[in-house]
């Protein structure tokens, strides 16, 4: 959550902040691959323009591992959609 809100608070797009978390995890911790999912609202679709509430934005982005390996990013979309239903 940390490190969400670090790139949240910037004024910026979603496909860029969802990049930026995932090259800091792979950067910090040194890992072989990164799955990044990123469902968020955007109060500028529901209060401005196109004013539809409960509209989310869904970014993705693998690096290493999930990103070589389609089996990989499979399971990992699988288990966020179970986890997401729960």
Request: hydrophobic letters at 45%.
């Amino acid at each position: 959550p940390r490190v969400v809100d670090l790139f949240a608070r910037r004024l910026q797009v979603q496909e860029r902040m969802t990049e930026q978390i995932a090259n800091l995890l792979v950067e910090e911790l040194g890992v072989t691959g990164v799955a990044v999912v990123i469902d968020a609202a955007h109060s500028c679709m529901s209060i401005r323009g196109v004013k539809k509430p409960d509209v989310a934005t869904i970014t993705t982005q693998f690096t290493g591992i999930f990103k070589e390996d389609p089996a990989q990013q499979a399971r990992f979309m699988m288990l966020a959609a179970e986890r997401g239903r729960g």
